[in-house]
């Protein structure tokens, strides 16, 4: 197993490419230990489906140990440049006993310390660990880093029940409806959107009361959000991180079309990064710049749609 996590990592690491890294973690009893898989399984399949540059490597069963999630950290580390891109995913069982954060793995657990320090040797500056275990909102202290996207399925280590999250996360990389934008890029602002609300509408449809509420922080400090927005300073990053190409995205493009591409990214960055500073900006300033990008964006699209 290590050997093909090995050849897996190298074979990306000769342009810009994005670590995946998927860890499905003890079920505790059968159906969850499936379910558990299952969901890693998925992630994995349709990030090799979507993008084959990616280096995608998902761990369950009796390879997610502490031992092998280190190594594959470790190997990526090795392998990763600083404009390549990162995503861990944590799906299963985790504990707080008011101090520390652990997930629960075949053998001794990991603390969210230990999972922090092991991703702090990824020289990829853009990041996103996307802890989904029950209690995970207990390691949004330890994980969160400027430059760095947490999410996590719970808001506190205090939600202790199995979490639907995780399904819903899966889903949105299968489902076109979970890109709202349209733009043939699953951003992680996106996939965390579908997989709260439709999380959200599991408990209201089975008239429970939700034991679960997700939450995303990607500023580097402070408390994660239901509702990331420009209001509270948060999503700006997530917004920008592709999660996942899709659609024309995902194949070979034109040198023309790739520079278009590369263009309408970044007008919807500026835009993204405008919105933001809206409320230090007169009024009149805020709409004239972004009726300028608006504008620009448009004359972009149409040239990709000729």
Same mark, same amino acid.
């Given at each position: 197993m290590r050997a093909a996590v090995m050849m897996l990592l !190298? #074979? +990306?690491a000769a342009r810009a490419t994005t670590f995946y890294l998927t860890v499905a973690g003890l079920g505790g009893e059968p159906d969850y230990? $499936? @379910?558990?898989?299952?969901? #890693?399984?998925?992630?994995d399949r349709k990030v090799k489906q979507a993008d084959p540059g990616a280096v995608s490597v998902a761990l369950s069963g009796a390879q997610a140990t502490k @031992? $092998? *999630?280190q190594a594959a950290l &470790?190997? !990526? #580390?090795?392998? &990763?440049g600083a404009g390549d891109s990162l995503v861990v995913m944590l799906i299963g069982h985790g504990t707080y006993d008011g101090l520390e954060y652990k997930m629960n793995l075949p053998g001794p657990d990991v603390t969210a310390a230990e999972l922090a320090a092991w991703i702090d040797r990824v020289p990829a500056k853009r990041q996103l660990v996307v802890n989904m275990t029950s209690a995970s909102g207990a390691s949004l202290a330890a994980l969160e880093k400027p430059g760095r996207i947490v999410i996590t399925a719970t808001r506190s280590g205090n939600e202790k029940n199995v979490t639907v999250f995780a399904r819903y996360w899966a889903d949105a990389f299968a489902d076109p409806g979970a890109n709202t934008d349209k733009n043939e890029k699953l951003s992680a602002l996106e996939a965390f959107r579908y997989a709260e609300d439709r999380t959200a509408r599991f408990y209201e449809t089975a008239k429970r009361l939700a034991s679960e509420h997700a939450q995303l922080q990607d500023t580097g400090h402070g408390s994660g959000v239901a509702d990331p927005s420009p209001k509270n300073g948060q999503g700006l990053l997530a917004a920008?991180?592709? *999660? *996942?190409? *899709?659609?024309? @995205? #995902? +194949?070979a493009v034109t040198p023309e079309k790739a520079a278009l591409l590369k263009h309408k990214q970044e007008l919807e960055d500026q835009i993204d990064q405008l919105k933001y500073r809206k409320a230090a900006m007169p009024a009149e300033e805020y709409q004239q710049k972004l009726t300028t990008l608006l504008v620009d964006l448009a004359k972009t699209q149409a040239e990709l749609d000729k």
């Open positions: !190298i #074979a +990306g230990e $499936k @379910q558990f898989a299952s969901e #890693a399984a998925a992630i @031992q $092998k *999630l &470790a190997t !990526i #580390a090795g392998r &990763a920008q991180f592709v *999660l *996942l190409p *899709l659609g024309g @995205q #995902a +194949g």
